[in-house]
């Protein structure tokens, strides 16, 4: 998992900072539901005329539009068009997994072409997918 720095920047001057807040909290639900984001919190702050969001990856492509349903690509579309500019993706870093934390946020993603099954699991102190590979016991990103 990786931990990365989602900002944009606000070129409208008439933009309302609270309506923005809330369409931001919009798009990154449409994207923890589609599996693009690991965490249901986001810290979100104002610094320097942009709006930055902390969130947890799978992957570092996982902000990728490629990955975008309907709904995501819609609330992308939606907070671009409020701000007058586009996101901006930054890796900060991967987060590592230990011996205490590896259930929490470790595990590595399937690789796998064509797996031969798959596993669902949950449990409400993990932020990986609940998809499991069958074969290698990776975490199948739910994009996918």
Known sequence: MFIQEISIEIK????????????MDWFLGAMTKNGQ?????TP????????ICLVIVQEKSS???????IYVRQRRSETEKMCRAKF?????GKDEPTKV????????ICRCKKPSSYILWTEYCTVHS???????GGYVPLYL
Request: with cysteine; glycine share 6%; net charge neutral.
């Open 88 to 92: 901006q993706v930054k890796t900060l």
């Open 130 to 136: 609940p998809i499991i590979c069958g074969d290698c």
């Open 44 to 51: 979100m702050y104002f610094y320097d005329n942009r709006l």
């Open 12 to 23: 409208n001057p008439d933009i309302d900072r609270a309506e923005l807040v809330e369409q």
């Open 37 to 41: 984001l690991q965490a249901v919190y």
């Open 101 to 108: 934390n590896n259930r929490i946020s470790g595990g590595r």
């Open 63 to 69: 902000f990728a539009r490629k990955n975008d349903n």
